[in-house]
């Protein structure tokens, strides 16, 4: 019995860190898209 708890809590352990690597991919993203989202803004100003 103690050994299947011992795999359930190796599995949670797993899904955490696969959640918290999609939280950092998603993190990195909105990121990029704001990097994005300035240079934009910086060159609609130089056109004016």
Same mark, same amino acid.
């Given at each position: 019995?103690?050994?299947?708890?011992?795999?359930?809590?190796?599995?949670?352990?797993?899904?955490? @860190? @696969? %959640?918290?690597?999609?939280?950092?991919?998603?993190?990195?993203?909105?990121? @990029?898209?704001?990097?994005?989202?300035?240079?934009?803004?910086?060159?609609?100003?130089? %056109?004016?």
């Amino acid at each position: 019995m103690l050994w299947r708890q011992e795999a359930g809590g190796r599995r949670q352990k797993a899904e955490g @860190r @696969r %959640q918290e690597a999609e939280v950092r991919r998603q993190e990195a993203e909105g990121r @990029r898209q704001e990097a994005g989202g300035r240079r934009q803004e910086a060159g609609g100003r130089r %056109q004016e």
